[in-house]
């Protein structure tokens, strides 16, 4: 049938089961916008920052599994996506960025709005496209939508010139399997290798079990817990694995890392094997590599074999998808209890949780800790909680007890600021029964609360919870120990964010005692709209325990007890 | 130390800034860079860097997560026949005459073209056998020089492996 390309954009989409778009039209994409109505089966979200577009896409994609799609013009409207595709890129989001692009007989003369937008995305892209012709748009946006999930996803980005759009051409969806000869998944891993990592597994006596994002991703969480159970073995989590393994389990160890639970860090450097399941070893996790797991061998499950060996030397690598090779790992796996072990690992915890809220006297000040606690139990755990970057996204994944995958959305290898308030938008259109919210601190929240103005519009029931210090707070605990308390540039002034709320239309509350924080929460699930809570929390309160830059893992500034009023119970190493 | 890099793309607009592009982010000066369609539809980039090993592996490990690339190697991991070429315009004295003539006759380079006061030399060889040929040439005085970058295969009968 004859479509112009502006209609195969749309066509293409619907027929690949998109059936939300984030986006903001200008005059390089208005062909495709003028398009739009004619696919009602399409919603459409207009954002206010094609940066928020990106993050809600991402949003979207890391709560449901399904590629999240934004739409852009050129030139701003394409440049102000570039957070977000980078984002998405070192987060491992399968997102879908369309861009419109000044007429192809205008490349190159500096036109209106002209930029080289994928010359710009070609680093922070798992691939771009730039598309001439409107007979290439259908197959690209499909070969698109591949590259997107296939593998290890990621952003995948095509821009359209507008004269790609406007022209007509023969529609003709091709069903038949994507030729990318440059694209093959990793082969199997040898039953040789296999046989080696179950030899190590059922050898070890402190094993460790590592969950990362992938497992999230390959959809690997019940075999996971298969192999935690048969051998007995715990499991620790980074940032993005958290949701990858129950928190209630007894085998749960909580997250490693800069600012992992101390007990965790303390084991990793004692273990005698560790079981790293989709994940990079990133620095933030690992601390100084040159004395990192010293005591450990190391079997390492990824999907993108490059991830081997690049930061942490591995003595077995697996390549392939989690769920597939752990499904050939498990019917070799012993049950082998490992009482000895957990006792080690028990006695660094000093017998008492010492994440629980309840060991921390209430002294009248509000804590973010106790906030996201009773954010935790008033939500009974099973919110999804969308956060930025800082101190608040550590006490996010220490107090609040993820039980469910895809529950947790954070920018976690980017700590892109201004994430969370979109993504949570973008997480709440894919999964509409869902209790969202948004958890940033005030500094990320005015980054991109523009993004008010998209619920207001969309009636999207989202929820935020500012946690507000009167700081960029991370940056400033940095200064705090390690610029002699220079706070340069880090006090920072907030609006009533109730009275912003309100000339939304939305509903406002400040919260500043602790008693209120239960009820604040209560009252914000129940309100028909979104609901904005300025909670002003403690102003220099840090996240303990912190690896510094450069530490071995086990070197932690830990909590000073006798100024601070928060105690960590036991746990002293 | 100079590592050789070839890989094999599909022959599509930006596939060398793509690669190209991998060298860059990591600071990595390139010493010469040569492509060309070799087959329809795919092209051979070689690149030559001058790098630590481990640094080089970390670039074709990124280079091969590339959709465009069907597959890459670092020539240094196994024996290779490199030939690099050079174009080289000199005054056409009577001392510049004489060396160039014993170049041709040695069959290291032969002349391609001959104006009224200039020769131009062609030389082809292995890049370390044009390096010298080019020390000779710049004590007689060179006007002008191009020099292609080299192109490199393995020895023996393997080729680039299309299945990783």
């Not at chain 1, 309840?358 to 909680?385: E, F, M, Q, R, S």
């Not at chain 1, 605990?477 to 220079?486: G, H, I, M, T, V």
Request: a negative charge; hydrophobic letters at 45%; aromatic letters at 6%.
């Amino acid at each position: 049938m004859k479509r112009t390309g502006a209609q195969a954009v749309w066509e293409s989409l619907v027929r690949m089961g998109v059936t939300t778009v984030f986006g903001y039209p200008g005059g390089a994409i208005l062909p495709t916008y003028d398009a739009l109505p004619e696919f009602p089966s399409l919603r459409h979200l207009l954002v206010r920052h094609e940066q928020g577009a990106t993050h809600m896409a991402d949003g979207y994609a890391r709560a449901s599994g399904r590629v999240g799609v934004a739409v852009a013009t050129s030139g701003p409207g394409a440049t102000n996506m570039v957070t977000g595709m980078a984002t998405a890129m070192m987060d491992s989001s399968p997102i879908l960025c369309i861009t419109g692009q000044v007429g192809s007989s205008l490349i190159g003369t500096e036109a209106f709005q002209e930029t080289d937008i994928t010359g710009v995305t070609l680093p922070i892209t798992k691939h771009n496209y730039l598309v001439t012709r409107a007979e290439e748009i259908a197959p690209t946006l499909r070969e698109a939508m591949y590259v997107a999930q296939a593998g290890r996803p990621g952003p995948v980005h095509v821009d359209i010139t507008k004269d790609a759009q406007q022209a007509s051409c023969e529609f003709e969806w091709d069903d038949s399997e994507i030729q990318l000869p440059g694209m093959r998944p990793p082969p199997l891993p040898s039953a040789e290798a296999i046989r080696q990592a179950v030899a190590l597994i059922n050898g070890a006596k402190r094993p460790l079990i590592f969950a990362g994002h992938g497992a999230l991703l390959s959809g690997a969480i019940d075999r996971l817990r298969e192999l935690a159970e048969r051998g007995d073995i715990p499991v620790a989590m980074t940032l993005l694995g958290i949701g990858g393994f129950p928190a209630e389990h007894p085998l749960n160890l909580g997250m490693m890392g800069m600012h992992g639970e101390a007990w965790v860090n303390c084991a990793i450097q004692e273990a005698d094997l560790l079981i790293a399941c989709g994940m990079r070893f990133d620095d933030r996790v690992t601390g100084n590599l040159k004395n990192y797991a010293a005591k450990a061998r190391k079997i390492h499950i990824d999907i993108d074999p490059t991830e081997f060996n690049k930061n942490v030397r591995v003595d077995v690598p697996l390549a392939g998808d989690l769920h597939e090779v752990l499904g050939a790992l498990l019917p070799h796996v012993e049950r082998t209890p490992r009482a000895e072990w957990h006792a080690w690992i028990a006695g660094n915890k000093g017998g008492e949780a010492v994440r629980d809220i309840t060991n921390l006297p209430d002294d009248g000040h509000l804590y973010a800790a106790h906030v996201i606690h009773d954010l935790w139990k008033a939500t009974g755990g099973k919110a999804i909680v969308c956060t930025d970057v800082g101190q608040h996204q550590m006490w996010e994944a220490q107090y609040y007890k993820h039980n469910a995958p895809r529950t947790l959305i954070t920018s976690g290898g980017l700590g892109t600021m201004g994430f969370a308030l979109p993504a949570a938008i973008g997480a709440k259109l894919a999964r509409p029964d869902a209790d969202v919210w948004a958890v940033a601190g005030d500094g990320g929240f005015q980054m991109t609360m523009a993004e008010l103005g998209t619920m207001a519009q969309e009636q999207v029931k989202v929820n935020a919870a500012i946690i507000n210090n009167g700081y960029l707070g991370m940056v400033r605990q940095w200064q705090q120990f390690f610029y002699e308390k220079r706070y340069v540039a880090t006090p920072i002034l907030s609006p009533d964010y109730a009275k912003v709320a309100e000339a939304y239309g939305l509903k406002g509350l400040t919260v500043r005692q602790r008693r209120d924080v239960i009820p604040a929460v209560a009252a914000a699930r129940a309100h028909g709209k979104a609901v904005i809570i300025d909670f002003q929390v403690e102003q220099e309160d840090s996240v303990y325990p912190m690896v510094p830059t450069g530490a071995a893992l086990h070197e932690m500034i830990r909590r000073d007890e006798i100024v601070s009023p928060i105690v960590e119970t036991g746990a002293s190493v | 130390m100079h590592l050789t890099v070839v890989a094999l793309v599909e022959d599509k607009p930006g596939v060398l800034e793509r690669v190209a592009s991998q060298f860059r982010r990591r600071s990595f000066n390139i010493v010469s860079v040569s492509a060309g369609r070799t087959a329809p539809g795919m092209s051979c980039i070689t690149v030559v860097v001058d790098s630590e090993k481990r640094a080089v592996d970390r670039v074709i490990a990124s280079l091969s997560k590339l959709v465009n690339v069907l597959q890459v190697e670092d020539l240094g991991d196994r024996t290779s026949v490199a030939r690099d070429m050079a174009l080289v315009k000199m005054a056409s004295t009577a001392a510049n005459r004489a060396v160039i003539q014993r170049m041709v006759a040695d069959g290291r380079g032969r002349i391609v073209d001959v104006g009224d006061r200039t020769l131009s030399i062609e030389l082809t060889g292995a890049p370390e056998q044009i390096d010298t040929a080019i020390r000779e040439l710049e004590d007689l005085g060179v006007i002008e020089m191009v020099r292609s970058g080299g192109i490199a295969l393995g020895r023996g009968d393997e080729t680039l492996k299309r299945d990783g």
